[in-house]
């Protein structure tokens, strides 16, 4: 009994040996296989600081030989190109701030027949990053746009005028600047006799240019007496944003809305002298994704009724986002 227990225990143990050398004979293999690269961590998550018009950029997969900008939605040495920093070696570090080049970097932006420019509102750009293989590959190829491909380290290929650059050493991103509030132009509805109102975005601010023309053949006057907005697309005096009106004083008593003073251009929110201000402009301005009424009215007005009919009274609606 105990012969056979032996011979058991030998035979497992055996087992047990040759089964842990065909596995090391597989690992080795599977290890033999592996691509030149494995381990290294390939450029990725582009990121690139809202609400300012000189944005820092950062990535993933570690510091770079070049940084690049231009405007549309190509990356591409030629006259698009708003900015172009290098350095010697893969010696870029991030974050890195757009127009101010760091130290050891370059500016090669007209160099490549490039002009550099702040970044304009409601504009597209592509900001590009480069490692010093890939950079190699593309002054090999100027004038042709770069695309991130899924490629051995360091290759980099010709198709119909792209480059196609491995992940591991190229990385773009396409961006909108977008800081300020929008108006959706389709959304605006004028109403009222008194003047046809046009408001205008800024690149500046979330506060809108308003201009009028009156057209009202009783009224001679342009200025006028009283000025508001208000959230919806009809007047609600419990959600006001802004409201202005002209303040006189006539035999003793204050009045408020008889008088013309009002002028335009008008910027919402704005000091207006000779006048009151009974609500607050917000000063953040207007926000995204809601319905506002903007509207005026002349020293003639009832100084009550908002409707479409009222006499020596406008507005306008419209949406934001």
């Not at 991030?94 to 932006?109: I, M, Q, S």
């Amino acid at each position: 009994m105990r012969k056979e227990i032996k011979k058991l225990s030998s035979l497992i143990i055996s087992f047990v040996g040759i089964l842990v050398l065909v596995l090391f004979v597989h690992c080795d293999e599977e290890n033999s296989n592996l691509a030149p690269y494995m381990g290294e961590t390939y450029l990725s998550e582009m990121t690139i600081e809202k609400q300012t018009l000189k944005p820092k950029l950062t990535w993933l997969g570690g510091y770079v030989s070049a940084f690049g900008v231009n405007r549309g939605s190509k990356a591409c040495l030629d006259s698009t190109l708003q900015w172009l920093i290098k350095t010697d070696g893969n010696n870029l570090q991030y974050p890195v701030e757009y127009g101010v080049v760091p130290e050891g970097a370059t500016d090669l932006t007209e160099q490549y027949g490039g002009k550099f420019d702040e970044f304009i509102e409601d504009s597209t750009y592509t900001c590009w990053v480069v490692k010093e293989e890939g950079w190699d590959s593309i002054i090999e190829h100027p004038g042709n746009a770069m695309a991130q491909a899924e490629l051995d380290t360091g290759i980099s290929m010709l198709n119909n005028n792209t480059l196609l650059i491995d992940k591991y050493q190229y990385l773009r991103e396409t961006r909108r600047i977008d800081i300020y509030t929008n108006i959706d132009r389709n959304s605006i509805k004028l109403r009222g006799g008194l003047a046809k109102i046009e408001l205008t975005e800024t690149d500046t601010s979330n506060s809108p240019v308003i201009t009028w023309e009156i057209i009202d053949d009783d009224v001679t006057d342009t200025l006028v007496a009283a000025t508001g907005v208000c959230e919806g697309v009809a007047y609600d005096p419990t959600a006001l944003v802004w409201e202005v009106w002209s303040m006189d004083t006539i035999e003793g008593e204050v009045k408020y809305g008889k008088k013309n003073v009002i002028q335009q251009p008008l910027v919402l929110g704005e000091s207006i002298p000779g006048t009151r201000v009974f609500k607050q402009y917000p000063a953040e301005g207007l926000s995204r994704n809601k319905n506002y009424l903007f509207w005026i009215a002349g020293e003639d007005w009832d100084g009550e009724k908002h409707l479409r009919f009222t006499k020596h009274h406008a507005y306008i609606t419209f949406k934001t986002w």
